[in-house]
C-alpha cells in the first residue's frame, strides 16, 4: 500500500546519501526499477499516491549526486537517468490516444506529469552529466541518450497487473523481455523536441579531445537518426 511505499522510498533517499559510494551506486541504480514498479501499478490515466511520491521524491534526491566526488557514482546516475528517460517517455506513448472522463474531458494529468520530469529534470540532468570533467562520465551519459533515442524493445505490462511474481518485480527493466514468452512491444524514444535540445551539446562531444567521448559520441548517431 500507500505507506510500505512510502517507508521504502524514504528508505531509498536516506540510501542515496550514505557514506560509502558503493551503497550510493547500488542505490541509484535501484531508483529506475522502484518507479518502474510503482508507475505500473494503477490504471491507466491515475497517477496514485505513490507515483507521485516515487518520482516528486527520488528524482531530485538523485539529481544531486550529479556533484558526487565519486566518478563511479556519476557513471551510475548517467545510466539511471537513461533509464527513467526511457521509462517516462514510453509510458507517455502507452497512454495514447487518451481516455475521456465522466465529463467528457480528456484525462492527461498523467502525462503531463510525465513530460514534466523528462523535460525539466531528466534532459536538464543528462546536459549536465555529458559536460562531466570524467569522460567516462560523459561516454555514459551518450550511451543514456542513445539507449533513450531509439527507445526500448520490452514486455508492456498492462497497468494495475495483479499478475507479477516477485522475481520479476525487481528484475532490471532491461531483462524484463527475456523473461517472458511473449513478443516484446517496441516503445518510441526521445521526441525531434528532446533530441534538438540535446543536439548542441552532444556536437560539441564530436570534437572532443577524449578518444572514449568522440567515439561514443559517433555510436549515438544511428539512434538519433532513427
Request: aromatic share 2%.
Amino acid at each position: 500500500g500507500d505507506h510500505w511505499s512510502s517507508v521504502i522510498i524514504d528508505v531509498l533517499v536516506a540510501l542515496l546519501t550514505d557514506s560509502d559510494e558503493r551503497v550510493r551506486i547500488e542505490a541509484i541504480l535501484c531508483v529506475p526499477r522502484l518507479a518502474d514498479i510503482v508507475l505500473l501499478s494503477s490504471p491507466p490515466g491515475v497517477v496514485p499516491a505513490g507515483e507521485s511520491s516515487v518520482l516528486d521524491a527520488l528524482v531530485p534526491a538523485a539529481i544531486k549526486l550529479q556533484k558526487d566526488p565519486s566518478a563511479s557514482v556519476r557513471i551510475a546516475l548517467a545510466t539511471t537517468a537513461g533509464e527513467l528517460l526511457t521509462l517516462l517517455v514510453g509510458l507517455q506513448r502507452e497512454e495514447q490516444p487518451l481516455k475521456e472522463s465522466p465529463e467528457g474531458k480528456p484525462i492527461q494529468r498523467s502525462i503531463r506529469y510525465e513530460k514534466r520530469h523528462v523535460d525539466e529534470r531528466l534532459i536538464p540532468l543528462v546536459q549536465k552529466l555529458l559536460h562531466d570533467a570524467d569522460p567516462e562520465v560523459t561516454s555514459s551519459a551518450l550511451r543514456a541518450v542513445s539507449n533513450a533515442s531509439r527507445g526500448t524493445a520490452r514486455e508492456i505490462r498492462p497497468r494495475f497487473s495483479t499478475e507479477d511474481d516477485d522475481s520479476q518485480s525487481i528484475a532490471p527493466m532491461s531483462s524484463r523481455a527475456s523473461m517472458e514468452n511473449k513478443d516484446p512491444v517496441f516503445l518510441p524514444g526521445l521526441s525531434e523536441e528532446q533530441v534538438l535540445r540535446l543536439l548542441p551539446t552532444l556536437s560539441e562531444l564530436a570534437n572532443s579531445k577524449q578518444w572514449r567521448v568522440r567515439q561514443s559520441a559517433v555510436e549515438i548517431v544511428p539512434a538519433l537518426l532513427g
